[in-house]
């Protein structure tokens, strides 16, 4: 029998954003993966705290470890309206080691382990586990409410993706009522779906669990000296085997316009990256932001609306689908399939194609960049050519295996040094 509640209501989301990103090279230098900048004005956690928010979540705690403040400060700047006295939550869980002074946080699993105290105060049944890294819209009360419904001791969030590409992820192997049958990391030869032999189930990464089910087996698992406290290596494959594991297809749950394709995207490379950015500035994105029904939540600066100036020729200052953020100035510069986040600055004769710039970045005069993804802060010289030679880019910046180049300022200090 399921109370008349929304079951959200009686539900946290813990999310998970303390891993770096390493595939994002230099992106990932300062920050976390999760603290990327994505969409304009966006950052990447803000889809799973969004998507928890939109589904009547209102208990949240986010763990942190790899340089996380950036995302601590996103978080307290842009998540900061929830309200103790309504019973809203807003936890920031560093890695504090809060349990041995010198133990951080081993591994997923560890990461809720090690706040069981904090979780336990939030006087919840069921827990939402999320990664903080992907690109998404998901209603979870319809994944909770299936748990409920199949009395099951985990269910998981699955996509469902063609079976030659599934060797990348962990596929379930399921049977007509959708229990797991199996768990498997990153198979040469993945189990197709029940319904269709050329598709596969691969794991989202994302858990919901009774919680009184999940804090006993945290704390056996914390006692497993042979164990690397993780959900996806350990806990899932356990379950799986000794309890009733179910998977939860994302197109039952997720957020999309009528008639459009379900849309998840890990931007964990320099070339995904890229590409979902450059892809909301299609027609019609398959990834709608302008949806007021499911709305992505974020810290927004106070800032005036873009200007655009200059009309000479070969000077004029125009944008041509391109997403151009508040607080940009256009001067005299050329804009093409491009996206520009808050606060960038650009200057006469110049010429950016199919560039994604993060905030408050400034091009000078005469620079013409091509396919690139510049990081904040960073100040382009006049004149300089980026994505036309990818053998010069490599010099100094870094290009990708699909020819993306990215630059930061540590790269533009080594291109000046060399002039």
Same mark, same amino acid.
């Given at each position: ?15 998970l954003a ?30 799973a705290?969004?998507n ?11 763990a942190?470890?790899y ?5 601590? /400060? ?8 929830? /309200?103790a ?11 504090s080691q809060?349990m ?12 809720v ?26 209603d ?10 199949s009395?099951?001791?985990v ?5 469902? #993706? ?23 990391e ?7 779906t029940?319904?269709?032999p ?8 994302i ?8 804090r ?6 914390a ?18 085997k000794?309890?009733?594991a ?12 009528d ?12 070339d ?20 007021h029904?499911w ?6 600066e ?6 655009f100036?200059?009309?000479e ?33 650009t ?8 560039a994604?710039?993060l905030?408050?970045?400034v ?6 960049l091509?396919?690139? #993804? ?6 382009i ?32 200090a ?6």
């Open positions: 029998m399921i109370d008349d509640r929304r079951l959200a209501q009686r539900s946290m989301a813990f999310v303390g891993g770096r990103g390493s595939r994002l090279k230099e992106l990932t230098d300062r920050r976390v993966k999760p603290a990327v900048y994505f969409g304009g004005k966006t950052r990447i956690i803000d889809f705290l969004s928890a928010m939109n589904s009547g979540i209102r208990k949240m705690a986010v942190t470890q340089k996380a403040h950036s995302l601590i /400060r996103h978080c307290q700047r842009g998540w900061s309206f929830f /309200r006295e309504r019973n809203e939550f807003m936890d920031i869980l560093p890695a809060r041995d002074e010198e133990m951080w946080y081993r591994g997923t699993a560890d990461a382990t090690q706040n069981i105290d904090i979780v336990d105060s939030y006087g919840i049944d069921y827990i939402v586990i999320l990664a903080g890294d992907h690109i998404y819209k998901m979870y009360e319809m994944m909770i409410r299936q748990h409920v419904q009395g099951a001791d269910t998981v969030g699955c996509l469902t #993706v063609p079976r030659e590409e599934a060797s990348a992820f962990g596929v379930m192997a399921v049977d007509g009522d959708s229990r797991v049958t199996s768990f498997l990153k198979p040469a030869d993945p189990p197709s029940p319904e269709d050329n598709k596969a189930l691969a794991s989202m990464g858990y919901v669990f009774d919680w009184k089910f999940l006993d087996l945290l704390q056996k698992d006692e497993d000296t042979n164990s690397s406290h993780d959900f996806g290596h350990d806990l899932i494959p356990d379950i799986v000794n309890g009733k179910v998977a939860h297809r994302f197109d039952e749950s997720c957020v999309r316009a008639g459009a394709e379900s849309y998840w995207r890990d931007v964990g490379t320099i995904a990256f890229w590409e979902a950015n450059i892809d909301l500035t299609n027609f019609t994105p398959t990834l709608d932001l302008w949806d029904n709305p992505i939540w974020t810290y927004s106070s800032v005036p609306p873009a200007k100036i200059h009309d020729k070969d000077r004029r200052g125009v944008a041509i689908s391109s997403m151009v953020s508040g607080g940009c100035i256009i001067s005299g510069t050329e804009v093409r399939n491009s996206l520009l986040f808050t606060q960038v600055h200057n006469s004769y110049a010429v950016l194609d199919h994604v710039v905030p408050h970045v091009v000078n005069r005469s620079a013409r091509t396919k690139c #993804v510049i990081d904040r802060g960073v100040h010289p006049a004149g300089l050519v980026v994505g036309e030679d990818p053998q010069e880019d490599e010099k100094y910046f870094r290009v990708s295996e699909k020819g993306t180049t990215l630059i930061t300022k540590d790269m533009i080594k291109w000046e040094a060399a002039q």
